[in-house]
C-alpha cells in the first residue's frame, strides 16, 4: 500500500512568500492535481492501495488533506482496480454514526475499492481542540491521553455495532443512541417505523428504543489500527481482530508483532507471526546510495526535522547516547535521515540494497511472515520543478524491482 502525502508541493522560498500556502487556491489545485497523477500511477503500476491521512487548519501546507474519502470517491472513478483507505480517521474529533455511514455508502458507491478504514486518536491539539470544542480531547496529552482512549474505543464500537446490527441502543461516557438512551418519546412516524423499520427500533407507546444506521455497508470495511508508542494498542487491537499497523524501530516492530499474535491467541485466535499486521516503512531509492540519501534528507528528514519532531514522533529513534534529559533533536535534517535509516524504520540505497532490507520487514526480523506493508512517500511534496521524474521514479522502482519478489 502505498500512503501519499497531501504537502503543498512548494519550495521553503515560496511556502514562505506565498502563505499561508494551503490557503492559495493554485496552490491547492496544484496538490490536488499532483496527489491524483500518484494515485493514477500507483494504479498503472499495480499497488495494492492508496491511503492518505486525515488534517485540519494546517494553513502552512502540510497534511493539507481534510476528508480524504471524499476525494477516493473521485479517484476510484478515475482508476482501474487500485483500493483506497484512509490513514487514518480520526474518530474521536467526529460523530461516530456519520463516519459508520460514510464509509459504508462509499462500500456501495464503488464496491470493492475500500482497502479498509484506519481509525486514529488524534494527536494536535490546535485542530482537534476546536473541531471537538473541548480542551481535553488529545492523544499523546498527559492531561487527556486517557481519555482520549476511552472515547476512541467507544466510538470505534459505536462504528462496529452500526455496520454489523440493523438497530441497538449505545449508552456509554461520552455517546447515547438513541439519545436520550433512555427513549425519544412520541415518535411522529411510531406507526410507521413499527411497521416498516427495524425490530425493537419503537415500542407500543412511540417512544424510539433504538436505532438503525442505513446503509449497511456493501462489505464490512477492514479496520485498521496505528501503532507508534502504546503497547495497550496492540493489545486492544489484537482482542478485537483489528489489523495493527505499527511504525518505529525494527526492535519494537519485532516485540509489538509478538505481543499482538500472542494476545490474539490468548484470545482465541490463533495467528503465525506477521498475520492481520502491517509495518509502515519509508523508502528511498537512487542509482547509489548517496543519490538515495540526499532524496530522503530532502523529503522525509525534512519533513520528520521540521514538523513531526515537534510532536514527538522522533523520540521513537532516541538511543542510550542521546541526553535523556534534553527533547531529542540531532540538530538537522540529514543527521535525523542517517538515524532513522539505521534504526530499520527508513529503507535507503539502490533497488537491490533496498530489496534486501525488505527482505527483513517482510519476515518481521525473524521467522514471520508480515500481511501489509505500507509504503509511506513524500515524494510528492516536492517542488514542481524537481517533483514529477524523481517521484514517478521512485513509485516505478518500487512497482518493478521490488513489489515482485514478495507477491
Not at 503500476?45 to 476528508?67: I, V
Not at 460523530?95 to 486518536?121: K, N, Y
Not at 454489523?164 to 412516524?189: C, K, M, N
Not at 540505497?349 to 501489509?372: C, F, P
Request: a negative charge.
Amino acid at each position: 500500500m502505498l500512503m501519499s502525502t497531501s504537502a503543498i508541493p512548494v519550495s521553503v522560498e515560496e511556502r514562505r512568500s506565498r502563505r499561508p500556502v494551503a490557503r492559495d487556491v493554485e496552490l491547492y489545485q496544484r496538490m490536488l492535481h499532483k496527489y491524483e497523477e500518484a494515485a493514477r500511477l500507483a494504479d498503472e503500476l499495480g499497488f495494492d492501495g492508496f491511503g492518505s491521512t486525515e488534517h485540519h487548519l494546517q494553513t502552512e501546507g502540510g497534511e493539507s488533506l481534510p476528508n480524504a474519502l471524499l476525494l477516493y470517491a473521485k479517484l476510484a472513478a478515475v482508476t482501474s482496480r487500485i483500493q483506497f483507505m484512509p490513514m487514518s480517521v480520526v474518530v474521536t474529533s467526529h460523530d461516530p454514526i456519520r463516519v459508520a455511514e460514510d464509509l459504508a455508502l462509499f462500500t456501495h458507491m464503488h464496491p470493492g475499492r475500500l482497502a479498509g478504514v484506519q481509525f486514529a486518536r488524534g494527536y494536535q491539539t490546535r485542530w482537534m481542540q476546536t473541531l471537538t470544542q473541548s480542551e481535553n480531547i488529545a492523544a499523546l496529552n498527559p492531561v487527556s491521553d486517557q481519555r482520549n482512549r476511552k472515547r476512541f474505543d467507544e466510538y470505534l464500537a459505536i462504528i462496529e455495532k452500526a455496520w454489523t446490527q440493523d438497530s441497538f441502543t449505545h449508552s456509554g461516557e461520552f455517546y447515547q443512541a438513541p439519545f436520550p438512551v433512555a427513549g425519544i418519546r412520541d415518535w411522529a412516524l411510531a406507526d410507521w417505523t413499527r411497521t416498516y423499520g427495524g425490530s425493537g427500533e419503537v415500542d407500543d407507546d412511540g417512544t424510539v428504543r433504538e436505532i438503525g444506521v442505513i446503509p449497511k455497508p456493501l462489505h464490512r470495511p477492514r479496520v485498521f489500527i496505528p501503532n507508534t508508542f502504546s503497547p495497550q494498542t496492540a493489545v486492544d487491537s489484537a482482542l478485537h481482530g483489528r489489523t495493527l499497523v505499527f511504525t518505529g524501530i525494527r526492535e519494537r516492530a519485532r516485540a509489538t508483532a509478538e505481543l499482538y499474535r500472542d494476545t490474539a491467541r490468548e484470545a482465541g485466535q490463533d495467528l503465525r507471526l506477521g498475520q492481520n499486521f502491517g509495518v509502515l516503512v519509508k523508502i528511498a531509492f537512487g542509482e547509489t546510495y548517496e543519490e538515495a540519501f540526499d532524496y530522503a534528507a530532502r523529503t522525509y528528514g525534512f519533513w520528520y526535522h521540521n514538523f513531526f519532531q515537534k510532536f514527538g514522533f522522533t523520540e521513537v529513534f532516541r538511543t542510550a547516547a542521546d541526553d535523556p534529559t534534553r527533547p531529542f533533536d540531532l540538530g538537522d535534517a540529514r543527521a535525523l535521515t542517517q538515524r532513522m535509516i539505521e534504526s530499520g524504520h527508513l529503507l535507503c540505497g539502490t533497488a537491490d540494497q533496498v530489496r534486501d532490507q525488505i527482505a527483513e520487514v517482510a519476515t518481521v526480523y525473524g521467522d514471520g511472515e508480515l500481511e501489509w506493508l505500507i509504503y509511506e512517500s513524500w515524494g510528492q511534496s516536492l517542488p514542481d520543478d524537481e517533483r514529477s521524474e524523481i517521484h514517478r521514479y521512485q513509485l516505478s522502482t518500487y512497482a518493478k524491482e521490488i513489489m515482485p519478489a514478495f507477491r
